[in-house]
T-cell receptor
Framework: AQSVTQLGSHVSVSEGALVLLRCNYSSSVPPYLFWYVQYPNQGLQLLLKYTSAATLVKGINGFEAEFKKSETSFHLTKPSAHMSDAAEYFCAVSDWVNAGGYQKVTFGTGTKLQVIP | EAGVAQSPRYKIIEKRQSVAFWCNPISGHATLYWYQQILGQGPKLLIQFQNNGVVDDSQLPKDRFSAERLKGVDSTLKIQPAKLEDSAVYLC?????????????FGPGTRLLVL
């Protein structure tokens, strides 16, 4: 069964510093991988996704993530944090359920990013 | 393009009462999901519809939760009777069948508090 592990439930960075949010996955086949952001009292919004094309994926708001199969990782980075980046970030993996013929998405537990002025 | 709509946004009920949530997905999206997000946790899939058929309800507590998607468009999620541990945000999401990579579009959620 697929699973997602996000290391660190809370991460604090200074404004202008590098943001690194970690995500490791387990999947029996090459998966689709996603990062979503959730602002307070809102739903989840897609930041970026990996779909077996380029291993370095660029998303919105200056975020990017690199798929590393050997490490089963899909860490999210941003070179310079902005105050508006303060939110909760979720990594997710999507696999095909062969018996059912549909995609199943599993989310990590989330990492809350705090940006210190 | 209008996003995923959910109502109500907030609901407070007492335990053992019943409650219903409504979701209107993005027009044309065949797949609809209901997730439960407990404070401090990631979303947990409750039920997934493909058009108006259920493809996965393995984590739906069927003794108290039910969901339907009439005519493959709108969906309702019901809890009867509610328990204290049902306090959570209930998220609805939809996906186009043509998007093989599985991008889901989420509504703003319904925040439920059970007293």
């Amino acid at each position: 069964a697929q699973s997602v592990t996000q290391l660190g439930s809370h991460v604090s960075v200074s404004e202008g510093a590098l943001v690194l949010l970690r995500c490791n996955y387990s999947s029996s086949v090459p998966p689709y991988l996603f990062w979503y952001v959730q602002y307070p009292n809102q739903g989840l919004q897609l930041l970026l996704k990996y779909t077996s094309a380029a291993t370095l994926v660029k998303g919105i708001n200056g975020f990017e993530a690199e798929f590393k199969k050997s490490e089963t990782s899909f860490h999210l980075t941003k070179p310079s944090a902005h105050m508006s980046d303060a939110a909760e970030y979720f990594c997710a993996v999507s696999d095909w359920v062969n018996a059912g013929g549909y995609q199943k998405v599993t989310f990590g537990t989330g990492t809350k990013l705090q940006v210190i002025p | 393009e209008a996003g995923v709509a959910q109502s109500p946004r907030y609901k407070i009920i007492e335990k053992r009462q019943s409650v219903a949530f409504w979701c209107n997905p993005i027009s044309g999206h065949a797949t609809l999901y209901w997730y439960q997000q407990i404070l401090g946790q990631g979303p947990k899939l409750l039920i997934q519809f493909q058009n108006n058929g259920v493809v996965d309800d393995s984590q739906l507590p069927k003794d108290r939760f039910s969901a339907e998607r009439l005519k493959g468009v709108d969906s309702t999620l019901k809890i009867q009777p509610a328990k204290l541990e049902d306090s959570a945000v209930y998220l609805c999401a939809s996906k186009s069948q043509g998007e093989g990579a599985g991008t889901q579009y989420f509504g703003p959620g319904t925040r439920l508090l059970v007293l």
